[in-house]
């Protein structure tokens, strides 16, 4: 594949950057576990149209309540929060998930890595959470959301990893691809068009420094990350106004999310004393 691209992009960088793009705008569906699948099917159950999706809405518990959003990450699903909801439920917390557009039980189609910000845009402002807690990319929709609404007040972030600078997910694609610099260049410019952001600004650490909503930020992160090095994490961390960062070990990307560790912090940091 990697020599099939070589010799297109010599020819048409703007192809093969049209290619990746495209593949970066389709995300892969991950299997559920059965304890996920159970927890999502415990819910009530809504499909909402977006642009050319159905996107479906997940509730837990009752209303009148404070409310915690789910966010979750790029190939990432609503289910993926499963083993948290017991503890927000239990600490008086109405819990609202999505899946993003072309993810989980959501229709499929072409979409991008920041579509779901423009979404949860269109919702988030009719219930205003008390807490969200995002996961990998989806802390970048969140913090997305937050910046281009000032008036959306959150008392409580929570990320569960976070990524740094997007310079580093093109990177990654084109060593994927095995693309050249004009090719690169070309795919910078598709992102460009796309986001109507400098790729130098589509960093977490400028975006969350610019933050005027949040009252307090913690990001968990496993030292072991594999799919987002700490140190990235550690950068962002030190963005915010007031924000604290807890390192786990030995726990992998998503190995993070069904963690005893990460369960203590959620329900530490979401009892009545504490927020």
């Known amino acids: 594949m990697k020599l099939i691209i070589k010799i297109i992009q010599i020819f048409s960088s703007k192809?093969?950057?049209k290619i990746a793009y495209k593949?970066?705008?389709?995300?892969?569906?991950?299997k559920l576990r059965k304890s996920e699948e159970k927890v999502l099917n415990e819910s009530s159950?809504?499909?909402?149209k977006y642009l050319n999706f159905e996107i479906t809405k997940y509730e837990w518990g009752i209303e009148n309540t404070k409310i915690a959003?789910?966010?979750?990450?790029?190939?990432?699903?609503?289910?993926?929060?499963?083993?948290v909801i017991n503890v927000l439920t239990k600490n008086n917390y109405k819990v609202i998930a999505y899946d993003a557009p072309s993810h989980g039980r959501s229709s499929k189609g072409s979409t991008n890595m920041f579509q779901f910000s423009d979404f949860l845009e269109t919702e988030?402002?009719?219930?205003?959470?008390?807490?969200?807690?995002?996961?990998?990319?989806?802390?970048?929709?969140?913090a997305t959301l937050l910046r281009k609404n000032p008036s959306l007040k959150i008392p409580l972030w929570i990320l569960v990893t976070t990524p740094h600078r997007f310079i580093m997910r093109v990177n990654e694609m084109s060593n994927h691809f095995g693309l050249n610099s004009k090719t690169k260049n070309e795919l910078i410019k598709r992102i460009q068009n796309d986001t109507q952001e400098n790729i130098n600004q589509l960093d977490m650490a400028i975006y969350c420094s610019e933050l005027i909503n949040l009252k307090k930020a913690v990001i968990v992160h496993s030292k072991e990350?594999?799919?987002?090095?700490?140190?990235?994490?550690?950068n962002v961390s030190k963005s915010f106004n007031n924000c604290s960062m807890i390192e786990?070990?030995?726990?992998?990307?998503?190995?993070?999310?069904w963690s005893?560790?990460?369960?203590e912090i959620i329900d530490k940091n979401t009892t009545a004393k504490n927020v």
């Open 15 to 17: 192809l093969v950057s």
């Open 23 to 30: 593949f970066m705008s389709n995300p892969r569906t991950r």
């Open 45 to 48: 159950i809504n499909n909402i």
């Open 69 to 83: 959003l789910l966010v979750h990450g790029w190939e990432g699903q609503a289910g993926n929060f499963a083993s």
């Open 124 to 142: 988030v402002l009719n219930f205003e959470p008390h807490l969200i807690i995002s996961h990998s990319f989806g802390s970048v929709n969140t």
């Open 225 to 234: 990350d594999k799919v987002l090095p700490i140190e990235g994490a550690r």
């Open 248 to 257: 786990l070990n030995n726990l992998g990307h998503y190995a993070i999310l």
């Open 260 to 263: 005893k560790e990460l369960k």
